[in-house]
Nanobody, 126 residues
Framework: QVQLVESGGGLVQAGGSLRLSCAASGRTFSRNPMGWFRQAPGKERELVAAIIWIGTMTYYADSVKGRFTISRDNAKSTVYLQMNSLKPEDTAVYYC???????????????????WGQGTQVTVSS
């Protein structure tokens, strides 16, 4: 009954910023891979950023490098996605994902995660 609860989505002007948060309930997430995905209409879900239990070890898709930052607070079982310099092409539903099993490496594919958030809409206007 692990659940991921996302918050922070909304409508923003191009060049603006948003900070997404994802909190796990039902258990503590401290040694678990986590990530952020996004899905735009007509497109497949894509990995945006990933993080392992060592918060300094991160991965970013080329499309968001230098603009997005993923971080985590293991004590709070929470992962964040700071999004700066947003572009209209960033418009999508953003999903938080986690592996409920302890694992010390990265997950890059959606099927490797077994816990998902409901999704939060991010809309960037031009």
């Amino acid at each position: 009954q692990v659940q991921l609860v996302e918050s922070g989505g909304g409508l923003v002007q191009a060049g603006g910023s948003l900070r997404l948060s994802c909190a796990a309930s039902g258990r503590t997430f401290s040694r678990n891979p986590m990530g952020w995905f996004r899905q735009a209409p007509g497109k497949e879900r894509e990995l945006v950023a990933a993080i392992i239990w060592i918060g300094t070890m991160t991965y970013y898709a080329d499309s968001v490098k230098g603009r997005f930052t993923i971080s985590r607070d293991n004590a709070k079982s929470t992962v964040y996605l700071q999004m700066n310099s947003l572009k209209p092409e960033d418009t999508a539903v953003y999903y938080c994902a986690a592996d409920s099993r302890e694992y010390y490496g990265f997950h890059y594919r959606a099927w490797e995660y077994d816990c998902w958030g409901q999704g939060t809409q991010v809309t960037v206007s031009s």
